[in-house]
C-alpha cells in the first residue's frame, strides 16, 4: 500500500488526453505544475505504443523538475497517473496508475509498481465505494463521478449530487471529486469531504488553463 493521498491541502488532479498537452507536453505539463496542479493524469485511448511512452516520459521529466518555487515544490505531491496503461506507467517511472474496467487488477499493478505508487480507480456510486471499504480497498484513492454533469463530455450518467458525495466520504478511501467542477463547486465538494478534485473539462474548455488552474488551486486553499 502506498502512503496516504491525504496532504495539507486539497489535491487538484487534472485530467487531459495528447492533444490538450499540444506539440509541447512538458512545457504545458510544468504550466500546469506551476500554477498549482498536484497530480496530471493521463488518459488517452488514441494513441499507442512509443508515441503513448514518448508522451508520458515528456510529462513525468517536468513534474520532476519542480516549479521554480522551492516553498510550492515542497507543499505539493506531485504525481503523474497514467490511466489504464501499467506497462507504461512502468516504463515511465511514473507516480501511479489510474485503472479501468479493461486494466489490469489492482493486486497486479502493485505487485508491479514501486512501494510509493499510487494505484486508483473511478466508482459510481456511495454503494460502490462502501463495498470497496468494506472489503478491504484495493485502491489508495478513487474518483467518484459524476458528480455533477460532467463539462468535457455528453453525460452518460445521471449527477450523484453533493449527498451521495457526502455519504461516500464518511468511508475509508480518500475520494477525489469529478464532474462538472467550477471553483465554486470544488469548493463544496471539499466541505463534503473530498480529499480533492479532478478536472477535464474546465481546462480543456479554456484558452488560459493555467489561469483556470490558479482559480482552483486558490478556492481548495480557502484564499477566496
Given at each position: 500500500?502506498?502512503?496516504?493521498?491525504?496532504?495539507s491541502?486539497?489535491?487538484?488532479?487534472?485530467?487531459?488526453?495528447?492533444a490538450?498537452?499540444?506539440?509541447?507536453?512538458?512545457?504545458?505539463?510544468?504550466?500546469?505544475?506551476r500554477?498549482?496542479?498536484?497530480?496530471?493524469?493521463?488518459?488517452?485511448?488514441?494513441?499507442?505504443?512509443?508515441?503513448?511512452?514518448?508522451?508520458?516520459?515528456?510529462?513525468?521529466?517536468?513534474?520532476?523538475?519542480?516549479?521554480?518555487?522551492?516553498?510550492?515544490?515542497?507543499?505539493?505531491?506531485?504525481?503523474?497517473?497514467?490511466?489504464?496503461?501499467?506497462?507504461?506507467?512502468?516504463?515511465?517511472?511514473?507516480?501511479?496508475?489510474?485503472?479501468?474496467?479493461?486494466?489490469?487488477?489492482?493486486?497486479?499493478a502493485?505487485?508491479?509498481?514501486?512501494?510509493?505508487?499510487?494505484?486508483?480507480?473511478?466508482?459510481?456510486?456511495?454503494?460502490?465505494?462502501?463495498?470497496?471499504?468494506?472489503?478491504?480497498?484495493?485502491?489508495?484513492?478513487?474518483?467518484?463521478?459524476?458528480?455533477?454533469?460532467?463539462?468535457?463530455?455528453?453525460?452518460?450518467?445521471?449527477?450523484?449530487?453533493?449527498?451521495?458525495?457526502?455519504r461516500?466520504?464518511?468511508?475509508?478511501?480518500?475520494?477525489?471529486?469529478?464532474?462538472?467542477?467550477?471553483?465554486?463547486?470544488?469548493?463544496?465538494?471539499?466541505?463534503?469531504?473530498?480529499?480533492?478534485?479532478?478536472?477535464?473539462?474546465?481546462i480543456?474548455?479554456?484558452?488560459?488553463?493555467?489561469?483556470?488552474?490558479?482559480r482552483?488551486r486558490?478556492?481548495?486553499?480557502?484564499?477566496?
Amino acid at each position: 500500500m502506498a502512503p496516504p493521498v491525504s496532504e495539507s491541502r486539497p489535491i487538484l488532479c487534472v485530467v487531459l488526453d495528447a492533444a490538450a498537452f499540444g506539440p509541447e507536453p512538458g512545457r504545458f505539463a510544468r504550466g500546469l505544475f506551476r500554477a498549482g496542479a498536484d497530480w496530471l493524469q493521463l488518459r488517452d485511448r488514441t494513441i499507442e505504443g512509443r508515441d503513448h511512452l514518448a508522451w508520458t516520459r515528456s510529462v513525468v521529466e517536468a513534474a520532476r523538475e519542480g516549479t521554480g518555487d522551492p516553498g510550492a515544490a515542497l507543499a505539493r505531491p506531485r504525481r503523474v497517473l497514467v490511466n489504464r496503461r501499467l506497462d507504461v506507467a512502468l516504463a515511465a517511472e511514473a507516480g501511479g496508475v489510474h485503472l479501468g474496467f479493461d486494466a489490469p487488477t489492482a493486486a497486479e499493478a502493485r505487485r508491479l509498481l514501486p512501494k510509493d505508487a499510487l494505484v486508483g480507480g473511478s466508482l459510481h456510486s456511495a454503494d460502490e465505494v462502501e463495498r470497496a471499504d468494506e472489503a478491504g480497498s484495493p485502491y489508495d484513492y478513487v474518483h467518484l463521478a459524476p458528480i455533477w454533469a460532467p463539462n468535457s463530455k455528453p453525460m452518460s450518467r445521471p449527477p450523484l449530487g453533493l449527498e451521495t458525495l457526502d455519504r461516500a466520504c464518511r468511508g475509508g478511501i480518500p475520494i477525489l471529486a469529478q464532474g462538472g467542477i467550477d471553483p465554486d463547486r470544488a469548493r463544496q465538494a471539499i466541505r463534503a469531504g473530498a480529499v480533492g478534485i479532478a478536472v477535464t473539462g474546465d481546462i480543456r474548455s479554456e484558452t488560459e488553463p493555467e489561469s483556470t488552474i490558479r482559480r482552483l488551486r486558490a478556492v481548495l486553499d480557502g484564499q477566496i
